[in-house]
């Protein structure tokens, strides 16, 4: 079967079953399905595809129509300026966390030394990216699942950050390793239950683990953020990511626990995301 045929047939199948963005997720899983970039799909509809490549993409397009996100049929993601490994196991990285790291930019130089804690790494997106970005920092990142370290430690090989990096496995309550000049966290911070009302990509694959906040939506807030307060320096900064009506409930939060709060900073959706606060 040729390119175009198969891949208007793909994109056919994707429709029927209400997937966003048809077009784009077949040439996405086509390019996969055969190794080559989305332009050579573009200028080479009439090549015919093998056997072991037809039925590749099938595979790929059954999955997908599923509601399976793209990252974990790829196992990877861009973030920042790199690539990640991801897998069913961590949360896909969003675009709105990279807000995390454009802060972490504008309140340290390429030449400052600094310990970074990441609380709940994940697939270590957060913590590899400012790390990348200043070679004299040093991280650490924890979380509560094993599989999370794995993909993490494989993501700091995967982008030579080995000998600048620890991960552990640990729940935040346990740790007690260390003070840090800057702490990062994205937490779960979703309410228990507003997660059936997410979309089903998200609501279906990705680990509950890393969404859910609890009833209130600040049970792993408050946690995370007293135990910030112990773990970071005089003066060091906390870099906090939140739901989009959480600001308020937040800061009061961090102020209970001996922090000022620097300022919150919007999303591309222009919802709040983001709180930067120092302790004092």
């Given at each position: ?187 779960p911070y979703i309410e228990l239950l ?87």
């Amino acid at each position: 079967m040729k390119i175009q045929s198969i891949l208007n047939k793909g994109i056919e199948i994707l429709q029927k079953n209400k997937i966003p963005n048809p077009r784009l997720d077949g040439e996405i899983l086509l390019s996969s399905s055969i190794k080559k970039d989305k332009t050579h799909i573009i200028l080479n509809y009439e090549e015919l595809l093998t056997l072991k490549q037809l039925n590749k993409f099938k595979s790929l397009i059954e999955r997908r129509k599923k509601g399976e996100p793209i990252a974990y049929l790829l196992k990877k993601k861009d973030f920042w300026n790199n690539e990640f490994y991801i897998n069913k196991d961590v949360l896909i990285p969003r675009p709105d966390t990279e807000l995390i790291i454009e802060q972490v930019l504008k309140i340290s130089s390429k030449e400052s030394q600094l310990q970074v804690l990441d609380i709940g790494t994940g697939s270590g997106c957060i913590l590899l990216s400012i790390l990348k970005e200043r070679p004299n920092f040093y991280g650490t990142g924890i979380d509560i699942s094993k599989k999370c370290i794995n993909v993490s430690k494989f993501n700091a090989n995967k982008l030579h950050l080995t000998n600048r990096t620890r991960f552990i496995y640990s729940s935040v309550d346990n740790f007690k390793i260390g003070k840090y000049d800057i702490i990062v966290s994205n937490p779960p911070y979703i309410e228990l239950l507003n997660l059936k009302y997410l979309e089903r990509d998200v609501v279906n694959f990705e680990p509950k683990l890393a969404l859910s906040g609890g009833l209130d939506g600040f049970s792993k807030i408050r946690i995370v953020i007293n135990k910030a307060s112990n773990l970071i320096k005089k003066k060091g900064k906390f870099i906090l990511e939140i739901g989009f009506n959480q600001k308020n409930k937040v800061k009061e939060i961090l102020k209970k626990e001996g922090f000022y709060i620097n300022k919150s900073i919007k999303d591309y959706g222009n919802n709040d995301r983001c709180i930067i606060s120092t302790k004092i």
